[in-house]
């Protein structure tokens, strides 16, 4: 069962986390966070698919490749993007200096950050916040490492589960941001996931991009894919089961309970959209694909109209149908149904009768579900997103002064 849970990346055996105030924030909040793990840990990652991705994501790709890692390293308030040689100098010296405190090699340190783009990163408040961090690594200080790497998001998102495979009880926990810059295809997000399972790296690779997959490139909150966007597990084996070589029942246990993390916590971060007031789920059903389904589903998540509709409680029905209809998805007008909070609207190519007064108490509610009915096939796909308000143009007319 998936808690909201404190403990994070620190619930797993042999994993400590810190997170401190190096001053890179304008806010003076927590801004470095550095989590690690006593032993070596097979590592999976996914990263942007922005053209423009950022020097960490350059740099952490390289450790991924090697198989395993130690550490990761994260700050908020700079993203180091569109940084140029600069920015990518300063990644590697980012895990270098992480690598010296830890006694590790440098590459096994993931990096990250979040932030401004365009902006170098201040190395001497990194720096000295690094080493400030790993004095303070603790099996306490995952709250303080999910606080670290937040921007807008009002809340830090963080997570735990335990499952077992066999006799063998094991922890997952994690810690996301995420805001706003948010459509599929991942998000402004960095999310970090650690484990105590033990697991050959490729079947830990392929479970994560499986996940991922169906979790945080199923959520939108404005339409823009950001140039950061990193969600990372390691795998440090210490809970002592059996190692998974093989696609198999233990397998099949830890794929279900990544994709139940991954998916509450891709929740998590749609509902914080930035100034966002309403969080909406979209479920497309009777799809003639998977990738049908989701086409549709993002075109209704993406639509502003529909977004400010939702943001002004009005049931707009028309908004829906329309982005339903210019998705590029195959779907047909008569077949089609849309339900707001299980009231159906649409109907056979035409608005449906319904009770209006139980509609407005719908388009009231903070959590609200869109339910598109294409009845052309047997595939479906959720996404989630939020409403689009007047805090939204707010937060991204001030950002960056």
Not at 304 to 312: H, I, N, Q, S
Request: hydrophobic share 40%; charged share 20%; aromatic share 6%.
């Amino acid at each position: 069962m998936i808690k909201k849970d404190t403990q994070g990346v620190t619930y797993a055996k042999g994993f400590k986390a810190a997170g401190v105030k190096a001053g890179i924030k304008k806010s003076g909040n927590l801004d470095v966070a550095v989590i690690y793990t006593e032993t070596p840990a097979a590592i999976a990652g996914t990263f942007t698919q922005n053209k423009v991705a950022a020097a960490p994501v350059y740099v952490s790709k390289e450790t991924v490749a090697t198989g395993s890692a130690r550490a990761i390293v994260a700050n908020a308030g700079c993203a180091n993007a569109c940084t140029g040689k600069q920015g990518m100098d300063d990644a590697y010296k980012t895990r270098e200096i992480a690598a010296k405190e830890l006694g590790i090699n440098a590459d096994d340190v993931i990096v990250g950050s979040t932030g401004v783009i365009g902006v170098t990163l201040p190395m001497d408040k990194l720096e000295k916040g690094i080493k400030d961090a790993v004095a303070d690594l603790s099996e306490t200080g995952s709250i303080n490492a999910a606080n670290a790497i937040i921007t807008t998001d009002t809340h830090c998102k963080t997570m735990t589960v335990k499952f077992d495979i066999g006799d063998t009880e094991v922890h997952m926990g994690a810690i996301a941001k995420g805001s706003g810059m948010i459509r599929p295809n991942m998000a402004t997000m960095l999310c970090y996931i650690t484990t105590d399972l033990d697991i050959e790296q490729s079947l830990l690779q392929k479970a994560l991009s499986t996940c991922v997959e169906k979790s945080f490139n199923m959520i939108s909150v404005d339409g823009d894919m950001s140039t950061n966007d990193t969600v990372v597990v390691l795998a440090n084996g210490l809970a002592g089961n059996k190692k998974i070589t093989e696609e198999n029942a233990d397998y099949d246990i830890f794929c279900s309970n990544l994709m139940a993390l991954c998916v509450e916590l891709a929740k998590e971060i749609a509902a914080d959209g930035e100034g966002a007031s309403k969080f909406l789920t979209i479920n497309v059903k009777g799809a003639k694909s998977f990738a049908d389904a989701k086409t549709v589903g993002m075109a209704v998540a993406n639509s502003p109209l529909v977004k400010t509709a939702f943001f002004g409680e009005d049931p707009n029905w028309g908004r829906v149908i329309c982005a339903v209809g210019y998705s590029g998805a195959d779907m047909v007008p008569e077949k089609t149904v849309v339900k707001f909070g299980g009231i159906t609207i649409f109907d056979c190519g035409v608005g449906a009768q319904y009770d209006s007064e139980a509609l407005v108490k719908v388009m009231r509610e903070n959590d609200i579900v869109i339910d598109i009915e294409l009845n052309l096939g047997d595939s479906d796909a959720t996404v989630w997103t939020c409403d689009l308000s007047y805090e939204y143009v707010k937060i991204n007319g001030e950002y960056h002064t």
